[in-house]
């Protein structure tokens, strides 16, 4: 007579260690990244300082054209030195080369004169690299070019050849430098329009809105590739594909935990009601670091103050709604969706991708939903850059 047939204890036993084994380290990398110090090297990366070995007084070096860029060092109000490059517009470089001898590098006269002739770009830098990480080099070279601005781009503390540790309010405070020492040698504010990319309009936007509270008004203010926040970013925030904080969104104490474990926020969604210039915002769709809904939020909340009031229903999963509260919710629905189409107009550009427009309270607010562009390189694709050009009167747009 046969014998029963016996369970595979063997494989369920490996099948439960294994389990335990990856649910161990899945807890040792969450308490990891709840410090601090691991958690500020994963969200700035900052010591990845490529391209590696750089020589940052040599930017031609890199591609910039010879006698183009000015290498320099800004002092923040807490001595942290920033290694930061001012560089020409095409249109200036060309008419400093036919009066004189190609110098090695333009002297700050040069620079001051040149800050007066045409506007600049404060350029803010996202997450990892340096200024020299190649394909920032191609939005210098583009940007001086196409839309003929100079541009200023510093490194953070921390990042590339500048000193100190990176942390928020420490990189608010050198965007803050790099503003003064434009102001210190002859821009205006006017002139002078701040662009973010990634971690750098979380920057610029905590920028722009100490401006604002100043009564200063840059040119405008150009964000790329944004994230709402931190907090929200990492609720979905891949790694190699796997969305490591994603098992956690499934309890609420532990939604809560991660909100009080973030030590950097860049909470722009707070703060862009206070911008008090023109914005333009700038996604792709096929961006696989920072999905631009986030970008979609951050209009929304432009959007909001010109609309019509909201109605809420009560909150919570039961809660009691009559016919009447449902009725007065539809009914404000409907008349915030009317007066959103009339404000805001929608072109579709073919090849490009979606504009749309309306007037703010502070001037002209400009999101641009592009379909290619990726997470990087959505400031290189030529439709955008003559947007921004258009959006802040740059270029032939002056």
Known sequence: MAEPQQPNVGF??????????????????????????????????????????????????????????????????????????????????HSMRTQSSLPNAPSLEVVEDAIKSSPTVLYLHGAAGTRATNWRIQHYSTWT?????????????????????????GLASDAYAAWDWLMAHGARPEDVLVVGHSLGTGIASKLVARLARENVKPRGVALLAPFSSVTTLVETYDVLGFPILQPLQSFAWSRKLMTKLVVDAFDTLSIIQEFNVPTLIAHSRDDLDVPHSHSRTLLDRL???????????????????????????????????????????????????????????????????????????????EGIQDIIAETFRLGTFI
């Not at 990042?159 to 540790?165: A, I, M, P, R, V």
């Not at 007066?339 to 309270?361: H, Q, S, Y």
């Open 12 to 93: 369920l036993a490996r099948a439960n260690k294994l389990a335990l084994f990856f649910g161990i380290s899945y807890a040792v990398v969450i308490l990891a990244l709840s410090q601090p110090f691991i958690q500020r090297h994963a969200s700035y990366q900052h010591a990845l300082r490529l391209p590696w070995g750089a020589n940052f007084n040599i930017p031609e070096s890199f591609g910039l054209a010879p006698g183009k860029t000015l290498p320099l060092n800004v002092r923040t109000h807490d001595n942290i030195t920033l290694g930061s490059w001012f560089i020409l517009s095409e249109p200036y470089y």
């Open 145 to 169: 070019s196409r839309m003929r601005v100079n541009m200023f781009v510093i490194d953070y503390r921390g990042f590339g050849d500048s000193t100190g540790t990176p942390t928020e309010d």
């Open 303 to 381: 959007l909001d103050p010109l609309l019509p009031p909201s109605v809420a229903l009560p909150p919570g999963p039961g809660a009691a709604v009559t016919a009447d509260m449902f009725k007065e919710y539809r009914e404000a629905l409907n008349k915030r969706q009317a007066a959103r189409t009339a404000l805001v107009k929608k072109v579709e550009l073919p090849n490009l991708g979606t504009i749309e427009k309306f007037d703010g309270a502070y001037g002209r607010v400009v999101y641009v939903e592009a379909l290619y562009g990726s997470h990087s390189r959505v400031g290189l694709q």
